[in-house]
C-alpha cells in the first residue's frame, strides 16, 4: 500500500491535501457516529443537571456525587473494552471474525461478574457508597434513592456496552452509534418527563432521572440483542462466554490487565477530584460538576477521534500497513490538537450562556463556575491529545503499558499529593485546588510524545497470536 510517507520525513507532519482529503473522508465515517454517541451521552448529564439543577443545588450536588459509582463502574467497562478493541480491530483488519466473536466472549464474561457487583452494592449499602464522596446527610439522603434505583442499569450495561464496543470495531460504527444514541435521546425525553411529572405522572425529582437511565439502558440492551440476532457475522454464543482458547484468553489478559490498572490508576485518580472537591463545600461541588459537564459535552469530538483512531489505526495495523498506520497517526495527533484548541474556545464562549441558565446557583458559586470554565478552556486540548495517543495510538497496536504507568506516575505521585496538600495543608481556595487537579492531562504530553517517537507501538498483534 503507498503509504506517502518518503524517507527521512518520518518526523514531520507534513501536509498532502489530496491525502489529507481522502483520509478524512475515512475518519469521518467513523468518528462521526462515535462524536455523537459521545454528545448525547453527555447530554444526558447535562439534562439531569440542568433539570435537577432547576430545583435546588443540593439535588444537583446529590446527582453529580452518586454518579461517580457510574463513573468508577465505567472504568472496568473502559479496560475491558479496549482490552477486547485491540484485539478485535486487528483481527477484524486480518478478516478474521471468528476469533472477533471469541474476543467479545471474553470481554462479556468479565463485564457481567463486575457489573453484577456494583449493582448489589448499590443496591444494598448505597449510604455507604455516598459516605465515600461527601459527609454532608442532606446529599447521602438524596443520593440513597437514586443509587438504588439506578442500579438495575448497571448489569444491562454489562452487556449492551461490549456488545456495542465490538461493533465499533467491525465496520459497525453507524448502527451501533445508533442504538446507543436512541437510549440516549429517549433518556433525556423520560428526563423531562418523570423528573417534573409530565402528562399526568407522579413528579419523582431525582427517582426520576434514576428510573429514566434504568428504562434507556434496557431499550440499549434490546436493541442490541435484536441486532444479535439478526447479524450473522459476529455474535453472542454462550459457548464462547464459557470458554475460550487459552492463548486466545492469554493474549487478552495481556492487553487488557495494563489498560484495567491504567484505568483504576487515572479513574480513582478523578474520583478523587470529586472527594476533594466535595469537601470544599456545596458551592465547589455544585459549579465543578457544571463545569465538567459542560467540557464533556465540548469534548465529544475530541472523545470520537480518539475511539475513532483506535478502530482505524487497528484495522490498518491488523492489515499488515504498518508505514501507512504510522503516517495515520501523525495526521490524527494534528487533528486532535486542532480540535482541542477549539474546544476550549468554545468552553470559553459558553461561559455567558451557562452563568444565565443556572440563576438557582449561589453568588459564590457562580463565580467559581466562571473560572472552572476558563481553566477547563486548556483542560480539554490536553485531554483531546491523550485520547489519540494513548487510548487510540498506543493500544492500538497493543501498547496498553505505557498509559498505566504514566497515569500512576502523574495522578499518584505528583497530582492528587499536591492537591490533597493544597486543599487540606495550605487550605487553599477552591478555585487554585480546582487549578491543580486540571493540570493532570497537560504535565505528562512532554512523556507521551516521547514515547510515540519511539514507535515500538506500531506492530501487528495478530502475527504473534
Same mark, same amino acid.
Given at each position: 500500500m503507498n503509504t506517502g510517507v518518503k524517507k527521512g520525513e518520518e518526523g514531520d507532519f507534513a501536509v498532502n491535501h489530496s491525502e489529507w482529503k481522502s483520509f478524512m473522508k475515512m475518519l469521518m465515517t467513523i468518528v462521526v457516529p462515535i462524536a455523537m454517541q459521545s454528545l448525547l451521552t453527555s447530554l444526558v448529564s447535562a @439534562?439531569?443537571?440542568?433539570?435537577?439543577?432547576?430545583?435546588d443545588q443540593s439535588s444537583l450536588s446529590a446527582i453529580s456525587l452518586a454518579g461517580q459509582i457510574a463513573f468508577v463502574l465505567s472504568l472496568f467497562f473502559m479496560a475491558i473494552s479496549i482490552g477486547a478493541a485491540v484485539m478485535a480491530a486487528q483481527y477484524w483488519g486480518s478478516g478474521d471474525s471468528v476469533t472477533v466473536e471469541k474476543v467479545l466472549g471474553i470481554s462479556l464474561r468479565l463485564s457481567i461478574p463486575v #457489573? @453484577?457487583?456494583?449493582?448489589?452494592?448499590?443496591?444494598?449499602?448505597?449510604d455507604k457508597l455516598m459516605l465515600l464522596f461527601t459527609s454532608d446527610t442532606n446529599l447521602i439522603a438524596l443520593g440513597i434513592p437514586y443509587l438504588r434505583i439506578v442500579s438495575f442499569?448497571?448489569?444491562?450495561?454489562?452487556?449492551s456496552q461490549m456488545y456495542l464496543n465490538i461493533m465499533r470495531n467491525t465496520g459497525r460504527v453507524k448502527k451501533g452509534s445508533l442504538y446507543a444514541s436512541t437510549a440516549v435521546v429517549l433518556n433525556i425525553l423520560l428526563n423531562f418527563i418523570l423528573i417534573f411529572g409530565l402528562f399526568g405522572l407522579p413528579r419523582l425529582e431525582i427517582k426520576g432521572a434514576a428510573l429514566a437511565t434504568v428504562i434507556s439502558r434496557a431499550v440499549e440492551l434490546l436493541l442490541c440483542l435484536r441486532a444479535n440476532a439478526e447479524h450473522d457475522v459476529v455474535k453472542i454464543r454462550?459457548?464462547?462466554?464459557?470458554?475460550?482458547?487459552? @492463548?486466545l484468553q492469554k493474549d487478552y489478559f495481556h492487553y487488557m490487565l495494563p489498560v484495567l490498572a491504567n484505568s483504576i490508576a487515572w479513574g480513582f485518580g478523578v474520583t478523587m477530584f470529586s472527594v476533594i472537591m466535595g469537601h470544599l463545600g456545596s458551592d465547589a461541588v455544585a459549579a465543578n #460538576?457544571?463545569?465538567?459537564?459542560? @467540557? !464533556?459535552?465540548?469534548?465529544?469530538?475530541? !472523545?470520537g477521534l480518539g475511539e475513532g483512531s483506535a478502530v482505524i489505526l487497528g484495522n490498518t495495523m491488523g492489515a499488515g500497513a504498518l508505514e501507512q498506520a504510522k503516517e495515520y497517526s501523525r495526521k490524527l495527533i494534528l487533528l486532535s490538537i486542532v480540535f482541542g484548541a477549539i474546544s476550549g474556545i468554545i468552553i470559553l464562549l459558553l461561559i455567558?450562556?451557562?452563568?444565565?441558565? !443556572?440563576t438557582s446557583l449561589t453568588p459564590t458559586a457562580r463565580t467559581y463556575l466562571l473560572w472552572m470554565m476558563v481553566i477547563s478552556s486548556y483542560y480539554v486540548i490536553g485531554r483531546s491529545l491523550n485520547g489519540v495517543l494513548v487510548t487510540g495510538t498506543f493500544c492500538a497496536g497493543?501498547?496498553?503499558r505505557f498509559g498505566f504507568i504514566c497515569d500512576l506516575i502523574n495522578m499518584w505521585c505528583f497530582i492528587i499529593p499536591v492537591s490533597l496538600i493544597a486543599a487540606f495543608v495550605l487550605h487553599l481556595p477552591a478555585l487554585a485546588v480546582f487549578f491543580l487537579l486540571h493540570l493532570d492531562e497537560i504535565v505528562k504530553i512532554p512523556f507521551e510524545m516521547k514515547h510515540y517517537r519511539k514507535y515500538t507501538w506500531l506492530k501487528n498483534i495478530t502475527q504473534s497470536s
Open positions: @439534562s439531569d443537571a440542568l433539570m435537577l439543577g432547576l430545583m #457489573s @453484577s457487583l456494583f449493582m448489589l452494592c448499590a443496591l444494598i449499602i448505597p442499569s448497571y448489569l444491562m450495561m454489562g452487556i454462550l459457548q464462547h462466554i464459557l470458554h475460550a482458547p487459552a @492463548s #460538576s457544571i463545569a465538567t459537564i459542560i @467540557s !464533556n459535552i465540548i469534548v465529544c469530538f475530541c !472523545n455567558p450562556v451557562t452563568l444565565k441558565l !443556572n497493543g501498547d496498553t
